[in-house]
């Protein structure tokens, strides 16, 4: 009698590459052309340069998802190359950026969603209120399993990404030389320009490695994250580069700066009125594409780190359906909060949330670092088999990664690095606490 075969994973490659997808191309994508225009195509040269860096990000994730996929992605890979204390600051920092990213993309999709309701009172608390319905309802959605976050991520990435590549294709033939000099009206030094855009610009990056955290349901992990990964970073890339050349090219300067939804604009002056309201609609599906995406990376980081006694034992719960229901509405209670604070206070709250999307993209900085370092430890562990100290064939793209990581870190300024340090020391008692009540587990050391 021949043992029953394993059930099919509900994750293959096409819905992975969704993922990435779904989750790079999101409210930091949508609003980037605008604040890209004082620097003119310095912006652009941001644009390869970080997609060089990005792609190598890339490579290192899919090395190591091709040789130990795991739940949890960055935590696992940084707990098995250097111990459950790192291991738990990259969960924690990875954490505290998806839940503080979350109200951004909330927001951006209840601003496009209501300007298709002209009636609608211009009320802060019918925005807020809109995007809190949508942060529970993709929430609600994922307490489903993977298998209908993933369904809907395929679906909602074929919807919105069709409109931008006809933006960054088609869209070229619109352009106008006159409005694509001077080359840098900044007037800051190249590589000041470049220094100051590298957080801006990172920031709609993030999200490359989000095919290597749910690996428990990826079907054969070792195979499809590393091309999901390369294939979906590209993407991604592409399409950013060519957007912003076919934005900056369409529309004045001085007009683009000011512009509060720059591809709208763009897809008006191409195509008519009718492109614009296509634009938005691609805009909003995109939006909850990004916050389903980012909702199950939510719940799994911690899952995994749960799993390990590293992360409270209420995100270790599982509902019936599999999902780590308890978690993510522990996760969605603090993104609501913040929500609320930057919906509806005051200047003073603006700015401390504008700190905190800074914050989103340094804390991912600590994570990618980590993870390139693991690429490090993982050759050490090769030479200590014998064989002589050797570079490996993804060092190089390690140590780029690694270079530039620490270069959105500079970027990203004094405050949001300081902030991040905080948060990390803070971090500090819990892990203290939580190890003293569960010991630890035997690591899994790269193989």
């Not at 195509?41 to 996929?69: E, H, K, N, T, Y």
């Not at 971090?427 to 010991?439: D, E, F, G």
């Amino acid at each position: 009698m021949t043992a029953a075969a394993a059930p099919p994973k509900p994750l293959g490659l096409v819905t992975c590459i969704c993922l990435i997808i779904g989750n790079v191309v999101g409210a930091g994508f949508y609003l980037s052309p605008a604040a890209l225009a004082p620097f003119g195509m310095v912006a652009v040269l941001g644009w390869f340069l970080l997609a060089i860096g990005a792609m190598c990000i890339g490579i290192v994730f899919a090395r190591l998802s091709s040789i130990s996929p795991a739940t949890g992605g960055p935590y696992a890979f940084a707990r098995q190359a250097f111990g459950p204390l790192s291991g738990f600051m990259v969960a924690w920092t990875y954490w505290i950026s998806i839940w503080a990213s979350l109200p951004a993309i909330a927001l951006t999709l209840a601003g496009y969603l209501l300007a298709f309701f002209p009636g609608a009172p211009k009320d802060p608390w019918m925005t807020v209120g809109v995007a809190l319905a949508a942060m529970w309802a993709v929430g609600l959605l994922s307490f489903r399993g993977t298998a209908t976050v993933g369904s809907l991520q395929r679906w909602a990435v074929a919807l919105k990404i069709l409109p931008f590549i006809a933006v960054g294709t088609i869209g070229l033939f619109w352009i106008r030389p006159e409005n694509l000099v001077p080359l840098n009206p900044s007037g800051m030094p190249v590589m000041g320009a470049l220094s100051t855009l590298a957080p801006l610009v990172m920031f709609a990056f993030l999200g490359i490695e989000s095919a290597t955290v749910p690996a428990g349901d990826v079907d054969n992990p070792k195979v499809t994250i590393p091309r999901a990964t390369l294939i979906g970073t590209g993407v991604c890339a592409l399409l950013y580069i060519f957007c912003t050349i076919a934005v900056m090219g369409v529309i004045p300067r001085e007009a683009l700066a000011a512009s509060s939804s720059p591809f709208t604009d763009a897809a008006r002056v191409m195509w008519g009125p009718w492109a614009a309201t296509l634009m938005g609609l691609a805009v909003v599906i995109s939006s909850f594409a990004a916050l389903n995406g980012w909702t199950l990376l939510l719940g799994q980081v911690p899952l995994a780190a749960a799993r390990d006694g590293a992360f409270p034992r209420v995100f270790n719960r599982i509902n019936a359906k599999g999902a780590p229901a308890a978690g993510v509405a522990v996760s969605l209670s603090f993104s609501s909060v913040l929500l609320v604070l930057q919906g509806t206070g005051g200047q003073a709250l603006a700015a401390a949330y504008e700190v905190l999307v800074q914050l989103s993209t340094t804390a991912n900085m600590v994570p990618y670092i980590f993870c390139t370092m693991a690429e490090a430890m993982l050759v050490r562990s090769l030479v200590d088999r014998g064989g002589g100290w050797r570079i490996g064939p993804y060092t190089p793209a390690a140590v780029i990664a690694f270079g530039f990581s620490v270069w959105v870190v500079f970027g990203s300024g004094a405050t949001a690095a300081m902030w991040t340090l905080i948060l990390m020391f803070l971090a500090l008692p819990i892990y203290v606490v939580l190890a003293r009540r569960r010991p630890e587990p035997a690591l899994e050391p790269f193989t």
